[in-house]
């Protein structure tokens, strides 16, 4: 919502040729066949509905980008169960994939200029330091919630995303002993691993701390500018005020709408006291509270 930053739009990843025009943005006819076609998701598995907003209209994540280089195991696996596609690549680096990303956006840019961009993906996490290497300027943001809270409503998105297209919710498989990477989705430690090896990254300077930004979900949940306010305090980016009253409006819009309560389920109090001594190294070191 603010004017100065620039997102990938879902209809402008989804049919990226010929590139956005400044004048027709926000008119672009592609945005309602882009709007139709991911509506179709709740159409098929209406669920979907209360957990993730499926739009034309709304920014999405960049695998939608990364997986125009056939590099983007995050994004095609919710699109067909091909475990193999796993394992081919298993181990391999994702800076190819970073790379075609940012000869796109400069693609979606071209005719219609952005100030900043702001990007998003499950993978950044992951891959930071390839990331760097790609967008050695790159400031992260990072959301920290009880990570017992998010592994298990990820589940529930997974399995329902899988459910899109199969009769089956499938999270992951095992081929010549390699874990479908949606195994982890599913699995504490293989989570944790991901959190931990970012604080290793911290602690080893491969990750300037000065380029990772850190906030707390129940914060952004209760005040959402106010974070972001603080997210650009922190990397010294002055914005004016109306930048911050356009956001506000649209935190009131999107508060407004009639939304059902995304609902999953954490396990047993066993499962929860597992997975707490799981996460410890993570919450300790991030000051992340528990909400359970």
């Not at 169960?81 to 298993?90: A, D, F, I």
């Not at 290793?200 to 914060?219: S, T």
């Amino acid at each position: 919502a603010d004017p100065a930053n620039g997102t990938t739009m879902t209809w402008e990843v989804m049919l990226p040729n010929p590139p956005p025009e400044t004048a027709t943005y926000k008119t672009d006819p592609r945005r309602d066949t882009a709007h139709w076609r991911m509506n179709q998701w709740n159409r098929v598995v209406p669920e979907m509905a209360a957990m993730h907003d499926w739009s034309g209209y709304q920014p999405t994540e960049n695998i939608h980008l990364q997986c125009m280089s056939f590099q983007s195991p995050v994004w095609l696996n919710i699109l067909g169960q091909v475990p193999s596609y796993n394992v081919y690549m298993h181990g391999k680096s994702l800076v190819p994939a970073f790379e075609y990303e940012k000869r796109a956006l400069k693609y979606l840019q071209w005719r219609n200029p952005r100030q900043q961009w702001v990007l998003k993906t499950p993978v950044y996490l992951d891959m930071m330091p390839p990331t760097l290497e790609v967008y050695p300027d790159a400031r992260f943001v990072w959301i920290h919630r009880d990570p017992v809270q998010a592994l298990s409503s990820a589940v529930a998105v997974a399995g329902t995303l899988n459910l899109i297209r199969s009769d089956r919710a499938y999270i992951g498989s095992e081929i010549d002993g390699f874990l479908g990477n949606l195994e982890a989705y599913a699995s504490a430690e293989a989570s944790a691993v991901t959190l931990n090896r970012v604080i290793e990254w911290l602690e080893a300077g491969i990750v300037p701390r000065n380029q990772l930004c850190n906030v707390h979900y129940r914060d952004f949940m209760r005040d959402p500018v106010g974070v972001v306010r603080s997210i650009y305090e922190f990397y010294g980016i002055p914005a004016e005020q109306s930048r911050y009253d356009a956001m506000q409006r649209h935190i009131d819009a999107e508060r407004s709408k009639p939304r059902e309560r995304h609902a999953y389920d954490v396990g047993t109090q066993q499962d929860v006291s597992a997975e707490r001594a799981i996460y410890k190294p993570y919450q300790d070191y991030f000051n992340v509270p528990s909400e359970s």
